[in-house]
Structure formats: structure tokens, C-alpha cells
């Protein structure tokens, strides 16, 4: 393998000392414009391209901020009576290269974080690193190492791991409550904007006989669910002490509940879902089992992801400012960087109730 030129050949060919060409890469202002043009000459001849790592190590950071996801691949729904999906949909996953696969296998929430981290990286420059795992701690650990602030999303990955990262670099977590654990914290009013939901549904569409599905599996989903409550208490109606059906789409069998109150026609007149991922695999199941939406059983989901708008019935949902989300993790990083032993931020973003359809509303976007 040849030797990759460094800055030492650059400058020996540009007849400059090295920092003369630190600076042209770096403080571009601080060189004459000729001297500037003679570097670029050398480099670009020699084929050098700066190392970031290299300047780094010089100055104890990466100049990178990490963005870690867990393995949300969806496992592919079995196929059977209880299967809701389609006829045409094909299974999903990692390895799925159908081009006809349900989108809705593929994280989509942590896309549209994921977007704002990137654009905000990018406007400011920053080096960005994503990586997924399975959420060890040796995994979180070896991408903590390579970085100079972590955000990650919710999953598997134990606190104290990150609380042991975040005494290094500051480390933000999306959607976990903000407690005493070191970290910073990106979340949205779950309880307000399910409250916000189900009373829509209460008062402008005269519904009360109303069910949550989905598991409480994550914080976002219990506080979700404690929303519901919250709300049902409110409107003078009786509180459920659990979901009726805590279906996750990660396991293989779906809506075991719904799909016997389907088959006895004894669902509820509205469905109200933890998330969109959820809400939209209701719609495939009652579509399948040809139950109307609105007219027979109303449906909601939570997040407000780009599938929403797309599915028919559009779906009624809550929307999360998933791309300001990301932005701002980026924004507490950089102030945090080189500081992980400073107070800890915590941010709790607004919600929005987002009218369709699937709620017998209107379709505005």
C-alpha cells in the first residue's frame, strides 16, 4: 500500500512551513491569497487530504459528535390469519430487498431525529458519526471513545453505562424522563399531548368509548398511557388500569386482542395508539377485516411521521417536532463540549394535535 502524503510533503513541495498549511486548511484567512493558492496546488498534486483525527488528537477531541440508535428493525410479522398486514405486503427487515417491503418496518421516528442532528451537524460543520448496535455497554462504550459529545435514543443500553460516559462527555438522551442521572435530556409532553388527543375526540367527535393499544414497554408509551388516563378522568369517563391490547411491533404475534373483537364485532368506537407505527398496522388490520375508517372504529396514532400523511385514511396523530428534537441535542452538545461535569440540561419540547381522516376530520395535511 503506498504511503498516504502528509503535511510534511505538502509543505516541502509548496516551499511553506507546515503551519503555513494548517492554516490554509484551516484559517484560510490568515494566508496570502498566492501562498493559499500554491498549498492547494501541492495538495491537490500529492493527493493529501487532511486528517481531522490528526488535529484531534493534537488538541485532546475528535471534532465529532455521535449519534446512537439500537437495532429497530421491526421482525417480520408472521404469516397467517393473524397477520394484519396486506395481502401485498412483503415481510421487512434488515435484510428485506423488496422494493414493495412496508417503510413501516424501518424506524422512522429515529429518521426524522436523525435528520435535524444531521442538518444541524452540518450547518455548523461538525464531523458526525451514527452507529446502532444492540445497546451493550461495550457497544455504547466504543462509540462514546471515538466522539466528543453522544446523543442516544431510548433502549436496552443499562444508565449506569451512560452515566459512566457522561463523567468523559456529555452525552444527551432523547425521550427518557429527566432524572439525576448525569445526562441531558431531549423529550415532548407525552401526558399533554395524548390529553389534547382524546379530548378532540371526546367533544368534537362525541366519542366515549375509547381504548389505548400499545405495550408500556418505553417511557414515552407509559407516559403516553398516563396522558390517557388523565384525560378519560377528565371528560367524566372511566379510566382503563391497563392498555386493551399492548401489542409491540418488534414481536412476531400482533393484536391478538383486536383481532378477536374484531371477529366478534365488539371493538371500540376509538382506537387510540402509542405511536404511528402502531396506529398505521391497526389500519392495515381493520382494512383487511373490512372495518371502515372513521365509520366504525376511529384511529389515532403519536409522533407525526411522513407514513401518517401517506396512509389511507390519513391518520389523526400528535406530532412531535422530531427534527427540532435532533437540532437542539447538537446545539446542547456543542455547548457541553469539553465541560460533561456541568449541570445538566433538560428540554421538554410542545406537542401538536394534527387532524385527518382517520378521525372522521377533514384531510389538512
Not at 141 to 154: H, K, N, Q
Not at 336 to 357: I, W
Amino acid at each position: 500500500m503506498p504511503r498516504r502524503p502528509t503535511v510534511y510533503d505538502v509543505a516541502e513541495r509548496a516551499g511553506v512551513s507546515i503551519a503555513t498549511v494548517s492554516f490554509t486548511f484551516r484559517q484560510p484567512q490568515r494566508v496570502r491569497e498566492s501562498t493559499r493558492a500554491a498549498v492547494l496546488v501541492a495538495a491537490r498534486e500529492l493527493g493529501y487530504v487532511p486528517s481531522a483525527s490528526a488535529r484531534g488528537l493534537a488538541h485532546g477531541s475528535t471534532g465529532a459528535l455521535g449519534l446512537y440508535s439500537f437495532d429497530l428493525m421491526l421482525a417480520a410479522p408472521q404469516e397467517g390469519a393473524d397477520d394484519p398486514r396486506p395481502p401485498h405486503a412483503a415481510p421487512a427487515g434488515p435484510d428485506a430487498d423488496d422494493p414493495d417491503s412496508d417503510p413501516r418496518a424501518f424506524p422512522l421516528y429515529v429518521d426524522e431525529v436523525q435528520r435535524g442532528f444531521e442538518l444541524e451537524c452540518w450547518q455548523r460543520g461538525q464531523a458526525l458519526l451514527l452507529s446502532s448496535g444492540t445497546g451493550s455497554r461495550a457497544s455504547v462504550t466504543d462509540v462514546a471513545g471515538r466522539v466528543d459529545g453522544l446523543a442516544v435514543f431510548p433502549g436496552p443500553s443499562p444508565v449506569e453505562a451512560l452515566e459512566h460516559i457522561a463523567r468523559r462527555i456529555p452525552v444527551v438522551a432523547f425521550s427518557m424522563p429527566p432524572v439525576a442521572d448525569g445526562l441531558h435530556h431531549v423529550t415532548v409532553d407525552n401526558r399533554a399531548g395524548m390529553r389534547d388527543v382524546v379530548e378532540h375526540l371526546v367533544r368534537d367527535h362525541g366519542l366515549r368509548d375509547l381504548a389505548f393499544v400499545g405495550r408500556l414497554s418505553t417511557p414515552d408509551y407509559a407516559e403516553r398511557f398516563a396522558g390517557f388516563r388523565d384525560a378519560m378522568t377528565q371528560v367524566g369517563l372511566e379510566a382503563p388500569a391497563e392498555p386493551l391490547d399492548p401489542t409491540d411491533l418488534a414481536e412476531p404475534h400482533r393484536f391478538e386482542v383486536l383481532a378477536e373483537l374484531a371477529a366478534a364485532d365488539r371493538l371500540p368506537r376509538a382506537v387510540v395508539c402509542a405511536s404511528d407505527q402502531l396506529a398505521l398496522a391497526v389500519l392495515d388490520l381493520l382494512a383487511a377485516r373490512g372495518v371502515p375508517v372513521p365509520e366504525r372504529v376511529v384511529v389515532t396514532g403519536f409522533d407525526g411521521i411522513l407514513a401518517g400523511r401517506l396512509a389511507r385514511p390519513t391518520l389523526t396523530t400528535v406530532r412531535q417536532p422530531m427534527a427540532a428534537m435532533g437540532r437542539l441535542a447538537v446545539q446542547v452538545l456543542v455547548r457541553h463540549a469539553g465541560t460533561p461535569a456541568e449541570e445538566p440540561e433538560s428540554h421538554r419540547l410542545p406537542v401538536q394535535v394534527v387532524r385527518r381522516e382517520s378521525c372522521g376530520c377533514p384531510h389538512a395535511g
